[in-house]
Every structure is written in C-alpha cells, then in structure tokens.
C-alpha cells in the first residue's frame, strides 16, 4: 500500500508538470525557454511529453496490475462481509464491548422481540434472527454496509482510468519504433515525401495531430509533433475548409473564430459540412476535429524594395506570397527571401511608461533573408508608422537567432507619413559627387563671420567635412568615432566628439535641403519638426550598417488569405477515464460520508432481560451519539419509561 501511495504521489506530480508545462512543443522553444543544459536534463527526465514517457506509462501498467490483483484478492472477502450479519456472536462477546447496554422488561418475549424487529424496520436496518441453543435469541443487525463498496469502487476506478491512459497512449508507436517498423521524420519535407515508417495508419487508436488548411484548400493527414520530429497522422477522410471568419474588439484582439469545412468520405455519396468553433468540435468517425488556432494562407504582398546603401532614392516593386522563397538582387551578391508570415492585427502597448492602452498598430510582415553564405537574419516589418515618444517610425526588427530578441531600425516618417522622405535624404548623404556642393554650404554656413580668413584654413576646415562625411558614409557614428580614436589624442576626444557631431548634423541639414530641392519641395526651415528628423535620419543611417541586409522591404499592400488551425484527435480512453473517474467519486464518498454500523441484541427470556451492543467501523464523536440515541430508544421501547 506505501508503494502504491508513492507511485501515485509520482504520477500526480507528472500530471502537475504536464499541466503547467506546455507539451509537445518544438525543442527549439524549450532551449530558448530554459537554456541548454536544462533543457537536456528536462529532456532526460521526458518532461515534454509526460503523459507519453516509457516511465509514465510503465507506472500506469504497474497499477493497472497490482490493483487488479489487490481487487482480485480483495473483492471477494469484502462480498462476504457485505453479506454477513455476524450472527453468531457470543453473550461473553457482546458484553466485553465498550458500546453496550443491558434492559430490563416486564413484556413477554414474543412481544419483545416483535418490538425489537418493529423498531429495527423502522429505523432502516437490516437484521437477522437466530434462535441459540439455550433458548435465547439473537437480532444480528447492520447498517452502511454499502461502505465497503467504496473501496472496490476505488480501487476499480484506478485501474479503469490507468487502462484508458495506456489506450491514449503511444504504446503501439513505442512497440512498432522499438521493432524498428517506425522511426520519426526529422526532416522538413513536404507531407507526400513523407515515407511509409514515419506514416501513421487511419487504424491508429489513439492520436492528437495538427492540421492547418489554408481557405479553399483540403488534406487528408495531419502532423503529429514528437520529440525533436514528427509523424503523419493518415485519416481515413478529407477535410475541406470552405470559409475561417474570425472577429475582433475594437483594440484589434481575437474575440471569436470558426471554420466552415467539409468532410469528405468515400463511404458517403454526399459531402458532410460543419462548423467548428472554439470548444465545439465536429466528432466523425470517432476523430473529434477541433478549432484551435489561425494564421496566414498564403496571403499575396507587394513591397518597396529600397537600397539602403546605394545613391538612388527609387524603389524597386515586388511581389511575393507568404511561405515561398524568392532571390532579389542586394548590392553585389543576390539575396534569398522567405516569406514566413503574415499578420493583418498586432496589438501593442507604446506608451513609454507601459501603462497605456494596448492598440492594434495594423499589419506586419515576417521574412528571412539568407545572403550567398546562406546566413540567415529574420526581420519583422511594420506596414504603417507607429508613434513612438511622440514621432512617428516606420520599424523594422531583426535578428539573428530564433532566441533572440528583436533589435529595432526606426525610419522616421515624413510629415506626409511617407517613408519617401527618409529615402531622398538618405540618397543624398550617400552620393560623393554631392559632397563638395554639401561642404560649400557647410563653409559658407560656418565661416560667414570670417571673411578674412585664410585660404589654408579656409581648406582644411572643408577638408574636415568632406572627411567627416565619407567617414560617416562608410559606417555611420560608428566610423566618426573610430576616426576620432585614431586622430585625437585620448583627453581631448570628448570635446572633439562634440565638435565633430555638430558639423556632421549641419552637413546633414544642408544634405536634407538639397534633397528637398531634388523632389520639388519647398526649403526645409530648422525647426521643431525639421531637427529631429533630421537627427533620427542620422540615426536610422547609422543603425543600417547593422541592420544585417543592404535593403530594406516596405510592406506596401497585400491580399489577406487566412488558414485555420485544426486539431484532430481520437481517444477511445476518453469513455474509461470519464466513467473511472465518476466512480473515483462515488467510491471515496462512500468510504468517507457511509459508516458501517452493527447492532447486536441478545433477547434472554428466562430473565426478561435484553442485552444490547453496538459496534461501527469508525469510532468517532458521530458514532457516540448514535449510540447514546439508540440506547434511549431502547429504553422506551423495552423499559416502558421516558428518558429525557
């Protein structure tokens, strides 16, 4: 029984653990989650699918066994004491109980004992008479006997929930991969390349597989996730999905999602359609089809590819939908592009202080960008400007590593939310052959006080700038502080520092007025407006060259196409588990709110005395007072007197 309790003390901390952790989760997931080397010992232990691990399920077959040997053993002698009335009880016996009294009546003894078998009737116990060799008669009765049912029930009930585990179980995978019949698919390839060892049959028992289906589209298997890989779950059906309309709050939040879909089976002659919401599943043919998610379809989007390193302020259009690859050409090598996702809502709180009310700031796109090397970068961009500490930025994050965070490239908008302005200007600070109009500005701007400066110095001051401005070019703030490093000595580089930002920041503002000048626009005037574009341009031109890609792509329109994220399972367990657990209930509320009572009343004719005794199962503060009531019955029943 100790070992029994303990086994049990496991498996409830496993089902806490398989609760509180999400299971069957990608590895990848669980490394960023908890790092390497917890991430193994977790793995050891097979705490990302508990209810699945060899352990877990070895204990079910151990219970499964030692309580049906337990219950085998058991049952019958508790039958028997169901049964019996203990009627052969001994007056010696009944008078060593602790619960027992004796009375004294003046009636004859076949009204004695009519009275007994009245009351006893009365008060819902069963009895039993038996007439003893000396003359005298024995009621042997009983209540609550049905306790002991409570314990059968218990016991029963474990082993019916621990054989509707092992039937939702993997067992027959663990058998066929442990024969080497099965193996698991770790490559990512398309489901009909999937080869028959790492196929599921439709006569699988049990399973719980994913399957997205894109609007218009159909499948007949499904993608069981195990471990590091997967298996394809075959169904003996299609699913078709007609039409996922999803519904949204006013902040841009899923409020409510379904799917129209149709069920297509060769045993029928007409189609079956449905539709599934969220916790109400379409059950056919035992799989009950659940709606469980959503994403893209493959949606169509159209960019603005722009060159972020070259001089020329024009975009290139291309097009492209979500989940296919595409090369586009990026400085001097080609680039290849993967469209991973899509998503028309993002809610997102920007107010600085995080207290704000979470907004939808409209779409995004996701996509990776693999140079000739085949490094890849994942970037996420924002379709619309987001107001940011009161400006508004066209974002782009990025980064290397699926653990890693997104690091962030803010583009400001112009005061037509356009990103056009960013680009001529950044054209402009990019094109040298601009550089000696821009430095002209520059001199004639800072040495306008001065006309009777030198030559000399005239030149070197302009030499500076034109330096300043292809350090600035070949690497942003970063360069001009490496030139910095290299050119002054270490006590007067903070000054120089300053110094040196200053003239970067006028040529900037004399480069965004020509570029203003290039697209027809009236002159820039230094302002509230104009200094700090300026100054986040800067920036934005700086934090490029560690952008990781030489181009930038502007979400610039789409055709949405959603897909609905379906979950498919069939639990034949489920019926054992459910009813198991009804008779858990009905079993331990029998053994805690039933007492087992008995009552022994001995009838001596011979000296018009009743011997009374009483014993229960669980001497508790409830028994004594049943027997104090009892006792005082008894004695207005037999004693012909009121006892208060």
């Not at 409830?12 to 398989?18: K, L, N, P, V």
């Not at 989007?301 to 690859?325: D, M, Q």
């Not at 490496?482 to 040196?500: K, L």
Request: proline content about 4%.
């Amino acid at each position: 029984m100790r070992f029994a309790v303990s086994v049990l003390v496991i498996l409830g901390i496993a089902s806490i653990i398989g609760t509180v952790l999400k299971q069957n989760e990608p590895y990848t997931n669980y490394i960023v989650q908890f790092g390497q080397f917890w991430f193994d010992f977790f793995k050891l232990l097979g705490m990302y699918d508990v209810y699945h691990t060899g352990w877990f399920l070895v204990i079910l077959v151990f219970l499964v066994l030692s309580t049906s040997l337990c219950i085998y053993r058991n049952t019958p002698l508790m039958l028997r004491e169901l049964r019996a009335y203990r009627e052969h009880a001994k007056e010696s016996s009944l008078r060593s109980f602790s619960h027992q009294h004796e009375y004294h009546t003046p009636y004859s003894t076949e009204e004695t004992t009519g009275r007994l078998g009245q009351f006893l009737n009365a008060h819902g116990w069963r009895y039993k008479v038996v007439e003893q060799e000396n003359g005298d008669s024995l009621f042997a009765a009983k209540a609550g006997s049905y306790q002991r049912l409570g314990y059968i029930l218990t016991h029963a009930a474990i082993v019916i929930i621990c054989i509707g585990g092992l039937m939702d179980g993997n067992l027959v995978f663990k058998a066929q991969e442990m024969l080497g019949y099965k193996k698991i698919e770790t490559r990512d390839v398309a489901e009909k390349a999937v080869p028959p060892e790492s196929r599921m049959s439709p006569a699988n028992l049990s399973f719980r597989a994913n399957m997205t289906l894109p609007e218009g589209a159909g499948a007949n298997a499904a993608f069981m996730r195990v471990r590091d890989g997967y298996l394809v779950q075959d169904l003996p059906f299609s699913i078709v999905l007609k039409q996922f309309r999803i519904q949204h709050y006013e902040t841009g939040q899923p409020k409510s999602f379904e799917s129209d879909i149709m069920i297509i089976d060769p045993e029928l002659d007409e189609p079956v359609t449905a539709t599934i919401k969220v916790n109400h599943p379409l059950i056919y043919k035992g799989v009950a089809i659940y709606q469980s998610d959503f994403g893209d379809g493959g949606s169509k989007l159209n960019f603005k590819v722009w060159n972020l390193r070259g001089e020329h302020a024009t975009s290139i259009p291309f097009e492209g939908t979500v989940f296919n690859h595409y090369t586009v050409s990026g400085g001097n090598s080609p680039l290849s592009v993967e469209l991973a996702d899509f998503r028309m809502f993002n809610i997102l709180n920007l107010s600085v202080d995080g207290k704000g009310k979470p907004r939808n700031v409209g779409p995004n796109v996701t996509f990776k960008v693999r140079d000739a090397e085949g490094q890849a970068r994942e970037y996420v961009n924002y379709m619309n400007p987001l107001l940011l500490d009161g400006r508004r930025y066209y974002l782009s994050g990025v980064r290397a590593m699926q653990q890693d965070t997104y690091r962030y490239l803010r583009i400001p908008a112009d005061e037509d939310d356009s990103i056009d302005g960013y680009m001529n200007f950044r054209a402009v600070m990019s094109d040298q052959s601009l550089y000696p109009e821009i430095v002209r500005r520059v001199s004639k701007l800072a040495l306008s006080g001065h006309g009777d400066m030198a030559a000399d110095t005239r030149e070197k001051f302009e030499a500076s700038v034109l330096q300043l401005l292809q350090a600035f070019n070949q690497g942003g703030f970063g360069r001009v502080a490496e030139m910095i490093d290299q050119a002054v000595p270490e006590a007067q580089r903070a000054g120089a520092a300053q110094a040196y930002l200053k003239v970067v920041t006028t040529a900037a503002f004399e480069a965004y007025a020509i570029s203003r000048e290039r697209a027809g626009l009236p002159p820039a005037q230094a302002g509230d407006e104009v200094q700090p574009f300026v100054e986040d341009s800067l920036h934005a031109m700086s934090d490029s060259f560690y952008y990781g890609a030489p181009l930038y792509m502007q979400l610039s329109g789409f055709e949405h196409r959603q897909s609905s994220g379906l979950q498919l399972t069939r639990s034949p367990g489920k019926t054992l588990v459910y009813s198991g657990s009804v008779l858990l209930v009905l079993g331990i509320f029998a053994m805690i709110y039933i007492r087992e009572r008995r009552i022994w009343l001995l009838v001596k004719p011979e000296s018009h005395r009743v011997l009374f005794a009483m014993s229960a199962n669980r001497r508790n503060r409830d028994f004594e007072v049943e027997f104090v009531k009892v006792r005082e019955k008894l004695a207005r029943l037999l004693e012909n007197q009121h006892v208060a």
